[in-house]
């Protein structure tokens, strides 16, 4: 009877065909059958975090509207607090999305009963918008039109900040070196645009653009004016640095770093409080211009998904659907940070895929959806303002005039090589030195530690061309071929007048002076951007990893493919060049190795692969060329992993502590479910509450006593059977509100868990029911199941705990810090805490005895065994001291 009256009321919410029969992910969250609308306490300590008192909780069971209660059947009025959470705590994602189920629910039930109802369903789908539409449109249709509005005003205001950032930061990189006379705010390529006295090889050199020297001492060639502007680029480049720092530590400490490891910890369920907020928004927009423009090692790019993710945060405060459901806000973000990427590369197809593969923790089909509207807006606004200057939607496009040939590949792999390498060592080095910084007293003075950076680099960068120039800038020369228009010294060629034939305009050439000059040049700014980005990413500025990756990749490619090209030139006639390269033609683009280098670097840290290809073919227009692409960065993947699986990103959620399961991590150890539980062996009993048998002043003793953040509810002492989990805030908040507002709640009042009360003495006090707060279907797993299966549901559900059980017998709770610090102990090699699963089959004994009585139970309630039964078994089970209670 008892079974059937939980199964109707949706109890039964570990049913193997209810989860295996559903249709989605969202079916498989709903598949708990419950429908919950409640503050949530630190779900990575519940059994010894600090908790808080007054927030307040409202829990309904079953999957029936009319079948909601409140805490309190006295309290109909709503609870401050109820569906919010505490900073650096993790949202439950069931019950997120069972409450904006129950949303929907019933505004759909209500909007029929009048038109004030209609209108409230209306603005609640078209509340993104400034017209209010009065259109009868369903209600999912509604919620599609208020999401791509959502998408459509955060997609043109990042295009504008990223617009921004670009003007601003373009400004000030020459700000260095010079001024514009006739025009202060032109940087010095728009100075010299309506010059009359420039020539084509000096076009960079105008009479409008003066440089330091020549305002200062009046000279423009000599020792002394190069001397001051050496003295000028190191002057404003630590005033820039320093004034980043400064407003980052003083206004917004959040605005440091690149963001996305943060941010895919907040999108796996995280809240950080201000990490998405306005002053860390305005502050990182700020700071990310004066970093990039003191010429440190470090890029835009990154940073400003942080940006995206930010707009993202404060548009979704303009729509009462995502402002109270952290779930829904995190759709939202998953799209901002697509759009992220795709206003900072021109990638929209791209920022989607990053968005799925590197950053979003559940990406449900209608966030790939927005995601994309967000990308095809972006890649429109983009196209109307022509950001870069070229009529193109592309920051580096290029226009190879080669096919590229099967032999090529060979080179490409080893720049594949070239890249997992650089990512092993980039990640193991920056790790390495981040926490040492933790670790010292150097990481106690960020703002020092920047100035020095910033000092080291402008000291080294000033002498050589390539590393005085705007890391983009930089990548751009090295993706370009050599055309007659070019006249940088990578183009610097011999013209062979000897050759019997001229087969393309522009055949392979022997390289000239120039050239190996600037491959020297090139050697050295691979070293000094391989140092300076391991130093320099993690400092308390804004600092992107994606554009310096691409610049070292760029600089190894370009060196492989100067190689490359003059082996063909001078040794055409091997059998390995002898059939598709003939004398005069042009078969070998350095270009192209350039760009395939990027992408392997880029993939070496960052272990990125679909969306990686897709990004540089979209960056530089070179589709023609998507597979070297793919076969140098599944190769830089490939290499990469043999040093260790993590990637940049996850390195550093690791190295910050976060609570981040990764979903791409193997699970291959034999452990079980009983050798990751709490309590250890040694450890303090399980606190438990029963049912029935317990006053107002136990249950507030062992609030008083013990920090754990929640509790199970067995039926009694003796059977220990499960019944329910009572969070510690629940039973605070119904405690004090019915102290307040029933009468005859005292201290001795029996307080009661079950559907029905006791009976009791005529002269007991009133007891006190709190059913209403038991969550009656906690997820359980038994003892002996596999770790293997316990990470999975925790990944696929986004469980915050879960209890372990034994023959129904409570035995204890796995909390995600659980499997998180069991993780890491077996990263770090420690020996498993039980033998494999299969040498523990006769492990815990039957409850009932050979005489088929139950067992006595003395103390610790421990199962007490036979001799014959004791040599069966390897431990004993302690589940609950009787003292406690």
Same mark, same amino acid.
């Given at each position: 009877?008892?079974?059937?009256?939980?199964? =109707?009321?949706?109890?039964?919410?570990?049913?193997?065909?209810?989860?295996?029969?559903?249709?989605?992910?969202?079916?498989?969250?709903?598949?708990?059958?419950?429908?919950?609308?409640?503050?949530?306490?630190?779900?990575?300590?519940?059994?010894?975090?600090?908790?808080?008192?007054?927030?307040?909780?409202?829990?309904?069971?079953?999957?029936?509207?009319?079948?909601?209660? !409140?805490?309190?059947?006295?309290?109909?009025?709503? &609870?401050?607090?109820?569906?919010?959470?505490?900073?650096?705590?993790?949202?439950?994602?069931?019950?997120?999305?069972?409450?904006?189920?129950?949303?929907?629910?019933?505004?759909?039930?209500?909007?029929?009963?009048?038109?004030?109802?209609?209108?409230?369903?209306?603005?609640?789908?078209?509340?993104?918008?400034?017209?209010?539409?009065?259109?009868?449109?369903?209600?999912?249709?509604?919620?599609?039109?208020?999401?791509?509005?959502?998408?459509?005003?955060?997609?043109? /205001?990042?295009?504008?900040?990223?617009?921004?950032?670009?003007?601003?930061?373009?400004?000030?990189?020459?700000?260095?070196?010079?001024?514009?006379?006739?025009?202060?705010?032109?940087?010095?390529?728009?100075?010299?645009?309506?010059?009359?006295?420039?020539?084509?090889?000096?076009?960079?050199?105008?009479?409008?653009?003066?440089?330091?020297?020549?305002?200062?001492?009046? /000279?423009?060639?000599?020792?002394?004016?190069?001397?001051?502007?050496?003295?000028?680029?190191?002057?404003?480049?630590?005033?820039?640095?320093?004034?980043?720092?400064?407003?980052?530590?003083? *206004?917004?400490?959040?605005?440091?770093?690149?963001?996305?490891?943060?941010?895919?910890?907040?999108?796996?369920?995280?809240?950080?409080?201000?990490?998405?907020?306005?002053?860390?928004?305005?502050? %990182?927009?700020?700071?990310?211009?004066?970093?990039?423009?003191?010429?440190?090692?470090?890029?835009?790019?990154?940073?400003?998904? =942080?940006?995206?993710?930010?707009?993202?945060?404060? *548009?979704?405060?303009?729509?009462?659907?995502?402002?109270?459901?952290?779930?829904?806000?995190?759709?939202?973000?998953?799209?901002?940070?697509?759009?992220?990427?795709?206003?900072?590369?021109?990638?929209?197809?791209?920022?989607?895929?990053?968005?799925?593969?590197?950053?979003?923790?559940?990406?449900?089909?209608?966030?790939?959806?927005?995601?994309?509207?967000?990308?095809?807006?972006?890649?429109?606004?983009?196209?109307?303002?022509?950001?870069?200057?070229?009529?193109?939607?592309?920051?580096?496009?290029?226009?190879? !005039?080669?096919?590229?040939?099967?032999?090529?590949?060979?080179?490409?792999?080893?720049?594949?090589?070239?890249?997992?390498?650089?990512?092993?060592?980039?990640?193991?080095?920056?790790?390495?030195?981040?926490?040492?910084?933790?670790?010292?007293?150097?990481?106690?003075?960020?703002?020092?530690?920047?100035?020095?950076?910033?000092?080291?680099?402008?000291?080294?960068?000033?002498?050589?061309?390539?590393?005085?120039?705007?890391?983009?800038?930089?990548?751009?020369?090295?993706?370009?071929?050599?055309?007659?228009?070019?006249?940088?010294?990578?183009?610097?060629?011999?013209?062979?007048?000897?050759?019997?034939?001229?087969?393309?305009?522009?055949?392979?050439?022997?390289?000239?002076?120039?050239?190996?000059?600037?491959?020297?040049?090139?050697?050295?700014?691979?070293?000094?951007?391989?140092?300076?980005?391991?130093?320099?990413?993690?400092?308390?500025?804004?600092?992107?990893?994606?554009?310096?990756?691409?610049?070292?990749?760029?600089?190894?490619?370009?060196?492989?493919?100067?190689?490359?090209?003059?082996?063909?030139?001078?040794?055409?006639?091997?059998?390995?060049?002898?059939?598709?390269?003939?004398?005069?033609?042009?078969?070998?683009?350095?270009?192209?190795?350039?760009?395939?280098?990027?992408?392997?670097?880029?993939?070496?840290?960052?272990?990125?692969?679909?969306?990686?290809?897709?990004?540089?073919?979209?960056?530089?227009?070179?589709?023609?060329?998507?597979?070297?692409?793919?076969?140098?960065?599944?190769?830089? %993947?490939?290499?990469?992993?043999?040093?260790?699986?993590?990637? &940049?990103?996850?390195?550093?959620?690791?190295?910050?502590?976060?609570?981040?399961?990764?979903?791409?991590?193997?699970?291959?150890?034999?452990?079980?479910?009983?050798?990751?539980?709490?309590?250890?062996?040694?450890?303090?009993?399980?606190?438990?509450?029963?049912?029935?048998?317990?006053?107002?002043?136990?249950?507030?003793?062992?609030?008083?006593?013990?920090?754990?953040?929640?509790?199970?509810?067995?039926?009694? %002492?003796?059977?220990?059977?499960?019944?329910?989990?009572?969070?510690?805030?629940?039973?605070?908040?119904? &405690?004090?509100?019915?102290?307040?507002?029933?009468?005859?709640?005292?201290?001795?009042?029996?307080?009661?868990?079950?559907?029905?009360?006791?009976?009791?003495?005529?002269?007991?006090?009133?007891?006190?029911?709190?059913?209403?707060?038991?969550?009656?279907?906690?997820?359980?797993?038994?003892?002996?199941?596999?770790?293997?299966?316990?990470?999975?549901?925790?990944?696929?559900?986004?469980?915050?705990?879960?209890?372990?059980?034994?023959?129904?017998?409570?035995?204890?709770?796995?909390?995600?810090?659980?499997?998180?610090?069991?993780?890491?102990?077996?990263? /770090? !090699?420690?020996?498993?805490?039980?033998?494999?699963? =299969?040498?523990?089959?006769?492990?815990?004994?039957?409850?009932?005895?050979?005489?088929?009585?139950?067992?006595?139970?003395?103390?610790?309630? /421990?199962?007490?065994?036979?001799?014959?039964?004791?040599?069966?078994?390897?431990?004993?089970?302690?589940?609950?001291?009787?003292?406690?209670?």
């Amino acid at each position: 009877m008892e079974s059937e009256q939980l199964f =109707h009321r949706g109890y039964y919410r570990n049913s193997y065909n209810s989860i295996t029969s559903a249709s989605s992910d969202e079916e498989l969250l709903d598949g708990a059958g419950v429908i919950m609308d409640f503050q949530t306490s630190e779900d990575d300590n519940l059994l010894d975090g600090d908790t808080a008192v007054g927030t307040h909780y409202t829990m309904t069971n079953g999957g029936s509207i009319n079948s909601s209660t !409140h805490l309190l059947d006295l309290l109909d009025e709503p &609870i401050p607090g109820v569906g919010t959470y505490d900073d650096f705590h993790t949202i439950d994602w069931v019950r997120e999305k069972c409450k904006d189920r129950e949303r929907h629910r019933r505004i759909n039930s209500k909007k029929k009963e009048s038109a004030w109802e209609m209108t409230k369903s209306l603005y609640d789908a078209w509340s993104g918008w400034l017209v209010v539409t009065l259109t009868g449109l369903a209600s999912d249709e509604g919620t599609e039109a208020e999401e791509e509005q959502l998408s459509l005003t955060k997609v043109l /205001q990042l295009r504008a900040l990223a617009g921004l950032i670009d003007i601003a930061a373009d400004w000030m990189t020459d700000l260095k070196e010079g001024i514009c006379l006739s025009a202060l705010w032109y940087n010095h390529e728009q100075c010299c645009w309506g010059s009359n006295e420039t020539t084509f090889e000096e076009r960079d050199k105008c009479p409008q653009w003066k440089t330091w020297a020549e305002l200062i001492i009046g /000279q423009a060639e000599g020792p002394g004016s190069y001397i001051m502007n050496y003295i000028m680029y190191i002057f404003w480049a630590l005033s820039f640095a320093f004034l980043a720092v400064s407003l980052v530590k003083v *206004f917004a400490p959040y605005a440091c770093g690149s963001g996305i490891p943060e941010i895919k910890t907040i999108l796996s369920g995280f809240i950080i409080r201000g990490y998405l907020g306005k002053w860390t928004l305005m502050i %990182k927009t700020i700071t990310l211009v004066l970093a990039v423009a003191s010429g440190l090692s470090l890029g835009k790019e990154g940073p400003l998904v =942080h940006v995206a993710c930010c707009c993202g945060n404060i *548009f979704s405060y303009l729509f009462p659907k995502y402002s109270t459901n952290e779930a829904k806000k995190r759709e939202v973000l998953s799209a901002a940070s697509a759009a992220g990427v795709s206003v900072a590369f021109g990638a929209p197809i791209g920022g989607v895929l990053f968005s799925l593969e590197e950053v979003s923790y559940y990406f449900p089909l209608k966030t790939l959806w927005r995601s994309f509207f967000a990308a095809l807006v972006a890649a429109f606004v983009l196209r109307s303002i022509n950001p870069f200057g070229n009529s193109r939607l592309v920051l580096f496009y290029v226009e190879y !005039h080669t096919p590229w040939y099967l032999f090529e590949l060979f080179p490409f792999i080893l720049l594949g090589v070239f890249g997992g390498l650089w990512g092993a060592f980039f990640i193991r080095a920056n790790i390495a030195w981040c926490r040492r910084r933790k670790s010292t007293k150097f990481g106690k003075y960020p703002v020092l530690e920047v100035i020095i950076v910033a000092a080291i680099t402008a000291v080294i960068a000033f002498p050589n061309p390539y590393t005085r120039l705007n890391t983009s800038e930089l990548i751009k020369e090295l993706f370009t071929d050599c055309g007659p228009l070019e006249s940088s010294s990578l183009c610097d060629y011999r013209n062979d007048m000897n050759a019997s034939k001229i087969v393309d305009d522009i055949p392979d050439r022997p390289a000239g002076i120039g050239v190996y000059s600037a491959i020297w040049q090139l050697c050295l700014a691979l070293i000094f951007k391989i140092i300076m980005t391991v130093f320099t990413f993690g400092i308390k500025v804004p600092s992107g990893l994606f554009i310096p990756s691409m610049a070292i990749g760029a600089i190894a490619g370009r060196i492989v493919g100067i190689a490359v090209e003059q082996l063909a030139y001078y040794h055409h006639d091997w059998f390995i060049f002898k059939e598709w390269c003939e004398v005069g033609a042009d078969c070998i683009t350095p270009g192209l190795y350039a760009m395939v280098g990027a992408a392997a670097c880029l993939g070496g840290v960052t272990r990125m692969t679909v969306s990686l290809v897709v990004i540089v073919f979209e960056l530089t227009g070179g589709l023609e060329y998507i597979v070297p692409l793919m076969a140098a960065v599944m190769t830089s %993947k490939w290499v990469g992993d043999a040093f260790g699986r993590e990637g &940049i990103y996850e390195a550093h959620i690791r190295l910050n502590g976060y609570p981040f399961l990764d979903a791409k991590e193997e699970f291959t150890h034999t452990t079980l479910a009983a050798d990751v539980m709490r309590p250890r062996r040694n450890d303090p009993p399980l606190a438990v509450l029963t049912q029935d048998n317990m006053t107002v002043d136990d249950i507030e003793n062992m609030i008083n006593e013990t920090s754990y953040n929640g509790f199970p509810v067995i039926m009694s %002492k003796e059977s220990q059977r499960l019944v329910g989990f009572a969070l510690r805030r629940d039973l605070t908040i119904a &405690i004090e509100s019915a102290r307040k507002k029933q009468e005859g709640i005292v201290g001795s009042s029996r307080v009661c868990f079950a559907q029905h009360t006791p009976s009791l003495p005529a002269e007991s006090p009133r007891p006190l029911k709190l059913r209403s707060i038991l969550d009656m279907s906690p997820f359980t797993v038994t003892d002996h199941t596999p770790m293997e299966i316990v990470v999975d549901i925790f990944r696929k559900l986004g469980l915050r705990q879960c209890l372990v059980t034994h023959n129904g017998i409570v035995l204890g709770i796995i909390t995600k810090k659980n499997i998180l610090e069991h993780l890491e102990q077996l990263k /770090q !090699h420690v020996e498993p805490l039980a033998p494999p699963w =299969h040498y523990n089959k006769k492990r815990y004994p039957p409850a009932y005895g050979s005489d088929g009585k139950p067992r006595p139970r003395f103390n610790n309630v /421990q199962l007490n065994l036979t001799d014959e039964e004791r040599e069966e078994t390897e431990e004993e089970v302690y589940l609950l001291n009787s003292t406690t209670l």
